[in-house]
């Protein structure tokens, strides 16, 4: 073949340029979608999810006669509390509320989880509140599903829209999902909660209701001297655990109301941990799941805020994703380095009768 002796032709470079765009179309064309990483762990805890779900939703209607909220639980699920009550601490967004009432938030957990770190077998420390009762209940469903050990200390308190309907807080919850024989996990202590943790904030009715609770389900109560006091009880507990989960508003997490940690898996030393809980694991080296915000997390792992309807089990990103064929790309890639190849070497242009530099049409 004629060896290239000057610069290639423009129209060369256009056709070249033309092919390029035809193989990216076919790649983009040829992708499949793919069960995602850990699909059928996934699946197995967003199914055992939406089974204690409707346990818990007909222990309510059914046990305790309690009504369904149609506006502010539009999905009726029964998981969602009302807006005060004598054991209301804090203020929390109601879309948070009606976010973990997805079954499919159990598969972000499950990332969550895996990304800590957590293996079968290993003891987990659990530290929550009764903010969020439907993400307790996915935590206690995901722990089931990858075998863990969790060790639990529940403060009663409940922000607005949790567990906190004087008959059907989250110890209550809790007992109501163990007799069910989903699982035989336990809170091993609770506290008042509340700002210190010894029931501050609440009306002495409040506290008379929150321990009454702990002494009906047979959950030992502490009523700490101060938050710090509560925080080093807890980390006795924990001392044999290799991963925290801290989820909710419990003012043990942080040991400061004014510190907020961030809505994620912290494996880090971060600036402003606070002096609680989470700051002693962090201290240890070892991982802590931090949920304060559901909204912040169902963001990041591409799941609906507030979705009405609740979508379909196992739909979604979480469960799916869009693959490329690595053969294909690699084999388009070869031909159009070798279309290069030869259009560099020789004159093409030559052959199909266009003008090359030397008849002044090149670049």
């Known amino acids: 073949m004629r060896r290239r002796r000057g610069k290639i032709n423009r129209w060369v470079i256009f056709v070249l340029a033309l092919i390029a765009l035809l193989f990216y179309f076919i790649e983009t064309r040829t992708k499949r979608t793919v069960p995602s990483r850990w699909y059928e ?3 197995a805890a967003a199914r055992l999810s939406a089974k204690a779900f409707e346990v818990v939703r007909n222990y309510r209607l059914n046990e ?28 929390t967004d109601l879309s948070d509320a009606l976010t973990t009432t997805n079954p499919n938030f159990s598969a972000a957990l499950i990332e969550m989880f895996y990304k800590a770190g957590a293996k079968a077998g290993d003891t987990v420390a659990i530290n929550w509140d009764g903010t969020y009762p439907a993400l307790n209940i996915q935590i206690l469903a995901v722990a089931k599903t990858l075998g863990l050990i969790p060790v639990i200390v529940t403060d009663q308190s409940a922000g607005m829209w949790g567990a906190n309907y004087p008959g059907w807080t989250w110890l209550e919850i809790e007992q109501v999902l163990r007799q069910a024989g989903l ?6 202590l609770a506290t008042r909660g509340g700002e210190t943790d010894d029931g501050r904030g609440f009306s002495p009715e409040g506290r008379m209701i929150l321990d009454s609770v702990a002494k009906l389900t047979g959950v030992p109560l502490f009523v700490p001297e101060s938050l710090s006091k509560a925080v080093t009880k807890r980390a006795a507990i924990f001392e044999r655990c290799r991963l925290l989960v801290a989820v909710g508003q419990a003012s ?5 109301p004014l510190v907020r940690l961030p809505s994620r898996v912290i494996t880090e030393r ?17 991982p802590v799941i931090h949920i304060g915000s559901p909204r912040r997390v169902a963001s990041d792992y591409r799941l609906p805020i507030a979705p009405v309807p609740l979508g379909e089990i196992g739909k979604g990103r979480l469960f799916y994703e869009a693959r490329y064929s690595v053969v294909g790309a690699l084999l388009l890639a070869i031909v159009l380095f070798g279309l290069l190849f030869l259009i560099v070497r020789y004159e093409i242009e030559y052959y199909f009768g266009v003008r090359g530099e030397d008849d002044g049409e090149a670049v």
Do not use: C, M
Not at 252 to 256: A, P
Not at 270 to 286: D, M, Q, S, W, Y
């Open 41 to 43: 762990t996934k699946i």
């Open 183 to 188: 699982w035989d996990f336990s809170s091993v």
């Open 252 to 256: 043990s997490n942080s040991g400061d």
């Open 64 to 91: 305790l006669h309690l009504p369904i909220d149609s506006v502010n639980d539009p999905n009726l699920t029964g998981l969602v509390g009302v807006q005060y009550s004598q054991i209301t601490y804090g203020r």
């Open 270 to 286: 971060i600036a402003k941990a606070g002096t609680g809980i989470v700051a002693e694991f962090l201290n240890r080296r070892l």
